[in-house]
């Protein structure tokens, strides 16, 4: 059963209980109280019958002169009821036996009985013959003997009125429940229609087509809902075609690995096989050799930096420690080949920072590697490797005015065998995995790398670290 039926149905039950708890209350009231005027109505009659059949009681004892039989009692009774139209009124002895009785025969002596029995201030309802009658008894004061005047009323037509209510009423409440009915329907479908909405969308999501949206408009909680729904859809696309990236950059990964295990260790099976066939060619040995010598050098940088590369992860423990800017510039120079062109200049401010020395050094010797390779065959080339402080931290920078960096490579460098331009890269013995390295160990320290590059005017790597507790501590000494 659908969620709306449900409530068109809810909403018809409870309207169904109001009107029926309401109308009952009314047409109940209403009957109470024709029951009510009837019954003083029948007290106020009963009370000039009592009058009337004492007088003619008294009339015939003054005339008699004496205490009047059952006879003289039973005959100022039915004198009232001759001369008194609709009378209804019956004389009882000793509440057991009757006297005189023109009450409708229909109804039963044991009720009549039983109303006498009762007493003053009591009333029986009874239906007989199809009509309902109110009876009620008082005692007549008669000296020497107990009579008991009953009387009895015709309340069929309080009945009457209280069934004429209740079939208007169930005709009205057919009509008003057809008319609820269809109101709660409307209503029903009018509320849950967010939520056939958000249904949809979820099952559409749930296909695969994370596009979908449902954009309630409004300010209610449904709204809020449909608010958050997209927003959950929003971030679960995010993360679908962040997963999408993130497979594609790990396919490139391996493509790019292997082409760059399978190059040389083709080129270097192809050289031994050559000497295998010629061994005693001393210059094809030399070349085979020097080609063997160099590309296998190549293969073991490669494998060190793609260990490190692997072993700097998020929780990577660093040994941090205080260090000066100008010992970390030294280490990465000591570290560069020999020969290599241009040299760096060197600008240390003589900052101290907090860092991994080994790592630190490392990350700006792959820089400086990067820059050396940029400014390759560029005139006038020049590498800056400097520091300086701003905002409380060491900013270190490698800057070179080489080839620069095309702008739709530049979100993509830092990753893993992403080159620019892969022949030079080759020729200059990359492998595309230094800028890499040096993003992980930007993350490792809780800092980043800042690259900015223009094509053919060269550019600027950055990153900021800490400055080490104890310099700050000899800095505010000697303020």
Not at 120 to 129: I, Y
Not at 307 to 314: D, I, P, R, S, V
Request: proline share 4%; aromatic share 6%; glycine share 6%.
């Amino acid at each position: 059963m659908r969620f709306s039926a449900k409530l068109a149905a809810g909403c018809t039950a409870l309207l169904a209980g109001a009107l029926c708890a309401a109308s009952l209350m009314l047409i109940g009231q209403s009957f109470s109280a024709g029951l009510e005027a009837a019954r003083t109505a029948l007290q106020t009659h009963q009370s000039g019958q009592a009058y009337a059949v004492l007088q003619n009681i008294f009339a015939v004892e003054e005339a008699q002169n004496g205490t009047p039989p059952l006879s003289v009692l039973a005959g100022a009774a039915r004198q009232y009821a001759e001369q008194t139209e609709g009378s209804s009124l019956a004389l009882w002895l000793n509440g057991s036996q009757p006297l005189y009785s023109d009450l409708p025969a229909e109804l039963p002596t044991s009720i009549k009985q039983q109303a006498v029995q009762t007493g003053p201030e009591s009333w029986q309802l009874q239906k007989a013959g199809g009509r309902w009658y109110l009876l009620t008894a008082r005692p007549l004061e008669v000296p020497g003997v107990q009579i008991s005047l009953l009387s009895a009323a015709d309340v069929s037509g309080v009945f009457a009125a209280r069934d004429a209510q209740l079939r208007a009423w169930l005709a009205a409440f057919a009509l008003v429940m057809a008319a609820g009915g269809a109101a709660a329907w409307q209503f029903s479908r009018s509320v849950t229609r967010p939520l056939t909405v958000l249904q949809a969308a979820s099952q559409s999501i749930a296909e695969g087509n994370y596009a979908q949206r449902t954009a309630l408009p409004g300010r209610d909680e449904l709204a809020g809902l449909s608010r958050s729904f997209d927003a959950m859809a929003e971030a679960v696309q995010a993360k679908k075609r962040q997963l999408a990236e993130t497979i594609c950059r790990q396919n490139d990964f391996i493509a790019a690995f292997t082409h760059e295990v399978k190059t040389p260790m083709t080129a270097m099976l192809g050289y031994a096989d050559l000497v295998r066939a010629q061994p005693d060619d001393p210059a094809l040995n030399r070349e085979a050799a020097n080609y063997i010598f160099h590309e296998t050098r190549r293969l073991e940088a490669l494998s060190r930096s793609l260990t490190a590369l692997l072993k700097l992860g998020e929780n990577a423990e660093l040994n941090k420690q205080p260090v000066s800017d100008s010992t970390l510039f030294a280490e990465a120079l000591r570290s560069l080949p020999q020969a290599a062109e241009p040299e760096p200049r060197i600008e240390a401010a003589g900052r101290t920072v907090q860092a991994d020395k080994a790592l630190m050094a490392d990350l700006l010797r792959n820089l400086i590697l990067n820059a050396q390779a940029a400014c390759k065959g560029a005139p006038g080339a020049e590498i800056l490797v400097k520091s300086e402080s701003e905002n409380g931290r060491v900013v270190l920078s490698v800057q070179d005015n080489g080839c620069g960096i095309p702008a739709k490579d530049l979100p993509r460098v830092t990753e893993a065998f992403y080159m620019v331009d892969k022949s030079r890269s080759h020729a200059n013995g990359g492998s595309g995995i230094g800028l890499a390295l040096c993003a992980k160990i930007a993350a490792a320290h809780g800092t980043e790398l800042k690259i900015q590059s223009r094509e053919k005017q060269g550019t600027c790597v950055s990153l900021a670290l800490p400055r080490a507790e104890s310099a700050d501590r000899e800095e505010a000494a000697d303020e």
